[in-house]
């Protein structure tokens, strides 16, 4: 008996029908607008970014077009022009051998961050510059010239204390000076700084001019210009280590003064200062001699050398009211040459 086959029947293929709707199709479409969008907002990103945050529309550095430069750009472009501009500044120089003074050139640099500030402030259309700054030597010929007396047409005067000894009448002359309310220039010997600080300090504290009166009392004349070098840089070390600030200005002991002492105080940035009118305290007691050798020589830009001497101190009040009674003001040294 034959069995049946169970195969099962053949079917035949059918198509599935896909149905767009309306709906469907507003949604692919705002789909589709959706990436255009994101497509053109990520690509214009960037123009965007330069209208907001960059610089405006036809500005220009110099003779380069900028506009549109962010500021991390235009710092490059800054920086790069600045490096082709800068020059260092040369100092003055004597040659011993010739006798010939060189003068002194200045310096050129680039203020970067004014000068991109400058752009990135700049109104449509504006030409900016480089913020320039010219550095000044640290020697000048001003310096190979020792001033006896400032040239100035006020009615003013320095008076310039030399120390290297006296320090017994100091805290007097201190008084007398703030009584008169008046500043001097003191010029501080080393090896006496360094047995009195705290009295070096209470002269700048109080306001004076402290400058360098060399690290010790000796013949400078016959030095050589290297040892007077060390002469005033030693006192200079010396006088920073006691937290006080000496000026630029050398009064070489003895008042010993020729090329040599001047160029080597020049060479370190340091003008030599001599005086108008000497007191010649230290060798009297008499302080009539002392203010007689002073009130008759009176001049616009005169320095008056003294000592911490007493009769100095005896005479300094009668020097000041006849100085004032003439219209005269006192100053320390480095404010009348800066007012030159």
Known sequence: MKRKSKLAPKREGRLTAIVITRQTTLLMAFAVLVFVFTVVLVSSLDDIRRMVYGAKPGVTLETRIISGYLPNEVRRVVEAMAEQERTAPKDAMFFKETGELIPEEPGLDIDVDLTVNQVMRAKPGEKVQLARIVIAPAVTMRHFDPVYRINTGRQAMAMAVNIAWGEEHLPRLLEILREHNMKVTF??????????????????????????????????????????????????????????????????????????????????????????????????????KVSGRVIPKIAPGAIILAHPTLSFLEALPVIVDASRKAGYGFFTISDLLESE
């Not at 010997?189 to 700048?204: H, S, T």
């Not at 070390?237 to 008042?255: A, C, D, H, M, N």
Request: glycine share 4%; hydrophobic share 35%.
């Open 187 to 288: 010029f501080i010997d080393g090896e006496w700084a360094q047995k009195f600080p705290d009295m070096v300090r209470l002269l700048n504290e109080e306001g004076h001019e402290v400058a360098n009166h060399g690290y010790r009392h000796v013949h400078v004349e016959k030095m050589s210009e290297s040892t007077i070098r060390k002469l005033i840089s030693d006192n200079e070390k010396l006088l920073i280590s006691l937290e006080v600030t000496p000026s630029r200005l050398f009064s070489p002991p003895y008042g010993e003064c020729n090329q040599t002492v001047v160029s080597a105080a020049a060479s370190l940035g340091y003008t030599t200062t001599m005086w108008t009118i000497d007191t010649l305290d230290w060798n009297t007691q008499d302080s009539t």
